[in-house]
């Protein structure tokens, strides 16, 4: 898999004057569907169905979400899947970011979402595309890689202006 290291400079760089809300975090997650299961056991939780999750300006909707709750409070991992599902958050200084993919993944203990298959992530009218993102949210640094062979990674750069 090759990353694309200019890609993610760039996008770091257009993106290192905006820090995530940080008032994001301590506001309670709160998630609603369709449909919830519960494994007490197994501490899984499954919704299902119109799923949204909001904390704060962070909105992620999704077809089915999976809260995994087995490594403690606040180390929460959320996977939500979809076609695709989708990620949103206004940043400090109202700069909102988006993203999409077929999985996202947010760890609540690294603050780090990790978007797969046909991930695509937007900040200030930029674009990154590949098979897989990670994006850490605290540090504002973005890992961007292709699938050998099949999908490279797309950086589309525009101007703050337009």
Do not use: H, W
């Not at 898999?1 to 996008?11: A, R, T, V, Y």
């Amino acid at each position: 898999m090759k990353i694309n290291k200019l890609g993610c400079l760039c996008l770091l760089l257009i993106s290192m004057t905006a820090a995530t809300k940080t008032t994001d975090f301590s506001e309670p997650i709160e998630v609603n569907a369709d449909r919830n299961e519960a494994s007490l056991k197994q501490q899984m939780l499954v919704y299902s169905g119109n799923v949204i999750v909001k904390q704060g300006t962070l909105l992620i909707k999704a077809e089915k979400l999976t809260v995994d709750r087995s490594a403690g409070e606040g180390k929460e991992v959320f996977i939500a899947v979809g076609q695709p599902a989708v990620y949103s958050q206004v940043l400090d200084g109202d700069k909102p970011i988006q993203a999409s993919a077929e999985e996202i993944r947010y760890a609540m203990a690294t603050r780090v979402l990790t978007l797969t298959g046909k991930a695509e992530i937007t900040q200030s009218g930029s674009l990154v595309r590949s098979a897989k993102i990670e994006y850490d949210l605290l540090k504002q640094q973005l890992s961007a890689e292709g699938e050998k062979g099949k999908e490279r990674v797309t950086t589309i750069f525009t101007s703050e202006g337009k």
